[in-house]
């Protein structure tokens, strides 16, 4: 999807991106040999050639934060195929306060198949938060552009958080899906392990200040939810960014509108 992009040019917003996919110009490569184009000046064709092989360049690199710099946050879906190799799947548990009072208590992390579960006073520190970043082009949450994001960076500052990121709660909106994480889990079919399937954010809270109390088995079960958390936005953002192409993406590669995904389900 990322090569098919044309926003990503001054001037080419949705509307101008969809009239090149009809006039058969799906990729940067049509673009580029295409001597010229209907609508779009000669000069104009120049300077966005020469804009299409500086990104062609760039993504030849793996050069995530140029596409991120170069699309608007709600635009950055359409990173995830290119780089899901290097993509971080990131979820918090807190105190229940604000970033000002409280404190990160869990930050759950997902990459490759490969789950690490941070725990404050234990192995969470900036030193580790910093070197998984360093291994991360893309962030994916569910409204972690409001929430974790934000939290992780006031509690740690030196941090560089500024890396694309595709927030599944604004596509899903996008799409027409309403209601948090879990609702929309049970809406296309991602299954829990039924110890956590009726857990939320405040029951996380609790089983913190239980364990904190001497409960070592509540903080075994806050784990298990916070793992859930973060491992279902795989799967989900795969649905995503499948139903986003079929609705934004040209016709070559995207699925009929009308199409219903599979029903998926994960045993954590």
């Known amino acids: 999807m990322l090569s098919s992009s044309f926003v990503l040019l001054k001037g080419i917003g949705q509307s101008s991106e969809r009239r090149l ?7 940067w490569a049509s673009f580029l040999r295409a001597p010229t184009l209907p609508g779009i000046s000669s000069a104009r064709k ?12 760039r993504l030849e690199e793996g050069d995530a934060q140029f596409f991120g710099a170069c699309l608007k946050s709600r635009e950055h879906w359409r990173l995830f ?3 899901r190799s290097r993509t971080l799947y990131l979820d918090i548990e807190t105190t229940g306060l604000s970033a000002h009072e409280g404190h990160v208590t869990v930050v759950g992390l997902f990459r490759n198949g490969h789950m690490t579960s941070l725990v404050r006073g234990e192995t969470l520190t900036e030193d580790r938060l910093h070197a998984e970043l360093e291994q991360t082009d893309l962030f994916i949450t569910f409204f972690g552009s409001g929430f974790d994001i934000p939290y992780l960076q ?3 500052p030196r941090l560089n958080f500024k890396k694309p990121h595709f927030d599944l709660c604004f596509a899903a909106r996008r799409l027409g899906m309403q209601g948090g994480l879990k609702h929309i889990e049970r809406e296309v079919q991602i299954a829990r392990d039924t110890d956590v399937a009726g857990l939320d ?6 089983l913190w200040h239980q364990w904190c109390a001497g409960d070592d088995a509540a ?11 973060t491992k279902n936005l795989e799967p ?5 960014y499948d139903q986003m192409i079929a609705r934004f993406g040209p016709p070559s590669i995207g699925f009929p509108p ?3 995904p599979q029903p998926i389900e994960v045993a954590l």
């Open 21 to 27: 996919w009809q006039e058969g110009i799906l990729d």
């Open 46 to 57: 120049e300077w966005y050639d020469r804009d299409l092989a500086v990104a062609q360049s």
């Open 81 to 83: 195929e290119t780089f």
């Open 154 to 156: 006031a509690k740690f």
């Open 201 to 206: 954010g405040w029951e996380a809270v609790r």
């Open 219 to 229: 903080l075994a079960l806050l784990l298990k939810y916070n793992e859930a958390d």
């Open 236 to 240: 989900l953002a795969s649905l995503l």
């Open 258 to 260: 009308t199409r219903r």
